[in-house]
């Protein structure tokens, strides 16, 4: 937490559907304010491919890697939620000038580990990369693990032991002092690839459970059903102590967090935290907690606010912060709210440095002092277009909320804006938020 302030940030934008045939690319922003290039994208790396869906990113070596000299945080890893493709980038060689290092094809995930639809990339303390994946090579659920070697990026083959694949995949984290990974799930790639379809969910084509996972024989040993209420969990966080037994995930569909604990038993369970008792989906899709411990943050991308939970009381979380910067009832919109217990009336659109903010706060990221927290508004391509046209015509936006790290509290920094509509190949959708010297997001710690 006392390391330097961050001055570039690495996001994957994303142009599959939209109406511009340009491959993703790796943007670089430059967010130090004494910097001249101020709020402006630096570098743009293009992958060489159409439609890959660059989503989420991960680090060759992070934090569990401590005890190696030999590690160096130089390496991004880029999987591609549709293409199944994995871009290894170079971020060593120049920090703001990103080049391309290797492609893993789909073609060594499918026939090496049966599996497709990579998603959230760890580095291990083995030196290995682990990702997870939400698929098949045939587009049904299935949530397994893709081991890459940390050297020469190929393809090892399955974490998971045979046969132990979940029915699906999304997100995961580990604790090895209590020898444990626990899994989530978001869904079949078939039913998800091209929209949402509420009579998917009811058909079991999206997930409502948790996946606790032996970290030493890599079996899985306990499944936690959320029930409707945990439907679609995404993110999972543990808390960063790496003595913590216990952290939280946010479920999007209703709108929950379940914290999740280890009992006196040594089994793992879950308890619900309910956020809204809004008539309207709020749709919880990024959670964070900060490095102390402290604060839990998450985004309600419809609803359109983030908000800030002081968890030092880890059974009851009690919110200090929140902000609204855009969603599905802003007062001009065609929403009509008619009962509301948080608020007295819809909230106004965000007008930030002439720009009309499209979509609803999405990914996060946290400064390392926990003081500024980043916020883009795109959640994966197909959604966006359908429940946000307006996003994908006028491109996303990157913002940054000034936190109170001592009493709680939130507030838009109204001289920061990145503006993806305004990119030279036409408006992009970025996406997940990196940090070159690693990040809440990004580190565990053994």
Same mark, same amino acid.
């Given at each position: 937490?006392?390391?330097?302030?961050?001055?570039? =940030?690495?996001?994957?934008?994303?142009?599959?559907?939209?109406?511009?045939?340009?491959?993703?690319? *790796?943007?670089?922003?430059?967010? $130090?304010?004494?910097?001249?290039?101020?709020?402006?994208? !630096?570098?743009?790396?293009?992958?060489?491919?159409?439609?890959?869906?660059?989503?989420?990113?991960?680090?060759?070596?992070?934090?569990?890697?401590?005890?190696?000299?030999?590690?160096?945080?130089?390496?991004? !890893?880029?999987?591609?939620?549709?293409?199944?493709?994995?871009?290894?980038?170079?971020?060593?060689?120049?920090?703001?000038?990103?080049?391309?290092?290797?492609?893993?094809?789909? !073609?060594?995930?499918?026939?090496?580990?049966?599996?497709?639809?990579?998603?959230?990339?760890?580095?291990?303390?083995?030196?290995?990369?682990?990702?997870?994946?939400?698929?098949?090579?045939?587009?049904?659920?299935?949530?397994?693990? =893709?081991?890459?070697?940390?050297?020469?990026?190929?393809?090892?083959? $399955?974490?998971?032991?045979?046969?132990?694949?979940?029915?699906?995949?999304?997100?995961?984290?580990?604790?090895?002092?209590?020898?444990?990974?626990?899994?989530?799930?978001?869904?079949?790639?078939?039913?998800?690839?091209?929209?949402?379809?509420?009579?998917?969910?009811?058909?079991?084509?999206?997930?409502?459970?948790?996946?606790?996972?032996?970290?030493?024989?890599?079996?899985?040993?306990?499944?936690?059903?959320?029930?409707?209420?945990?439907?679609?969990?995404?993110?999972?966080?543990?808390?960063?102590?790496?003595?913590?037994?216990?952290?939280?995930?946010?479920?999007? *569909?209703?709108?929950? =967090?379940?914290?999740?604990?280890?009992?006196?038993?040594?089994?793992?369970?879950?308890?619900?935290?309910?956020?809204?008792?809004?008539?309207?989906?709020?749709?919880?899709?990024?959670?964070?907690?900060?490095?102390?411990?402290?604060?839990?943050?998450?985004?309600?991308?419809?609803?359109?606010?983030?908000?800030?939970?002081?968890?030092?009381?880890?059974?009851?979380?009690?919110?200090?912060?929140? %902000?609204?910067?855009?969603?599905?009832?802003?007062?001009?919109?065609?929403?009509?709210?008619?009962?509301?217990?948080?608020?007295?009336?819809?909230?106004?659109?965000?007008?930030?440095?002439?720009?009309?903010?499209?979509?609803?706060?999405?990914?996060?990221?946290?400064?390392?002092?926990?003081?500024?927290?980043? %916020?883009?508004?795109?959640?994966?391509?197909?959604?966006?277009?359908?429940?946000?046209?307006?996003?994908?015509?006028?491109?996303?936006?990157?913002?940054?909320?000034? =936190?109170?790290?001592?009493?709680?509290?939130?507030?838009?920094?109204?001289?920061?804006?990145?503006?993806?509509?305004?990119?030279?190949?036409?408006?992009?959708?970025?996406?997940?938020?990196?940090?070159?010297?690693?990040?809440?997001?990004?580190?565990?710690?053994?």
């Amino acid at each position: 937490m006392k390391g330097p302030r961050e001055e570039i =940030v690495y996001l994957p934008c994303i142009y599959r559907n939209t109406d511009i045939q340009k491959p993703d690319y *790796l943007a670089t922003v430059d967010v $130090n304010p004494q910097s001249p290039n101020f709020c402006k994208v !630096i570098h743009r790396l293009p992958m060489p491919n159409l439609k890959d869906e660059l989503h989420h990113s991960g680090w060759n070596a992070c934090s569990s890697c401590y005890d190696d000299p030999s590690k160096r945080r130089n390496r991004l !890893i880029l999987p591609s939620l549709i293409s199944s493709r994995v871009y290894v980038v170079d971020v060593g060689t120049d920090p703001r000038a990103p080049r391309l290092h290797k492609i893993v094809e789909p !073609i060594d995930l499918f026939w090496k580990c049966g599996l497709a639809n990579p998603h959230t990339s760890h580095c291990l303390g083995s030196g290995q990369i682990m990702i997870s994946t939400m698929g098949d090579p045939s587009g049904n659920g299935k949530g397994g693990f =893709v081991l890459l070697d940390g050297e020469t990026f190929e393809v090892i083959g $399955n974490w998971e032991q045979p046969g132990e694949a979940a029915p699906f995949g999304y997100d995961f984290w580990y604790q090895p002092r209590h020898n444990v990974m626990i899994s989530t799930e978001w869904g079949a790639p078939k039913a998800l690839g091209n929209g949402f379809n509420p009579a998917d969910v009811k058909a079991g084509h999206y997930g409502q459970r948790l996946h606790v996972w032996d970290w030493t024989t890599h079996k899985r040993i306990q499944t936690l059903d959320l029930g409707e209420e945990g439907a679609i969990p995404l993110e999972i966080r543990f808390l960063h102590d790496p003595a913590a037994a216990e952290g939280f995930v946010g479920c999007a *569909l209703q709108s929950t =967090v379940f914290r999740f604990y280890k009992t006196p038993k040594g089994d793992w369970a879950a308890v619900i935290k309910k956020e809204s008792d809004l008539i309207i989906i709020c749709l919880i899709t990024d959670i964070l907690i900060s490095l102390d411990d402290r604060f839990l943050y998450f985004s309600n991308w419809l609803h359109g606010d983030i908000r800030q939970y002081d968890i030092t009381d880890r059974r009851n979380p009690r919110m200090v912060g929140q %902000v609204f910067l855009a969603g599905s009832i802003l007062k001009d919109g065609p929403v009509k709210v008619l009962e509301d217990k948080e608020l007295d009336s819809q909230p106004a659109p965000r007008i930030l440095k002439g720009k009309r903010v499209q979509g609803g706060p999405q990914m996060l990221q946290l400064s390392l002092d926990g003081k500024r927290l980043y %916020v883009t508004t795109s959640l994966y391509s197909a959604w966006d277009k359908q429940f946000y046209p307006d996003l994908v015509k006028e491109g996303s936006v990157m913002m940054q909320i000034d =936190v109170d790290t001592d009493k709680g509290g939130l507030k838009l920094n109204e001289n920061f804006l990145v503006d993806f509509g305004a990119e030279p190949d036409g408006p992009a959708l970025a996406h997940e938020l990196r940090y070159p010297g690693g990040d809440c997001t990004s580190d565990i710690w053994l």
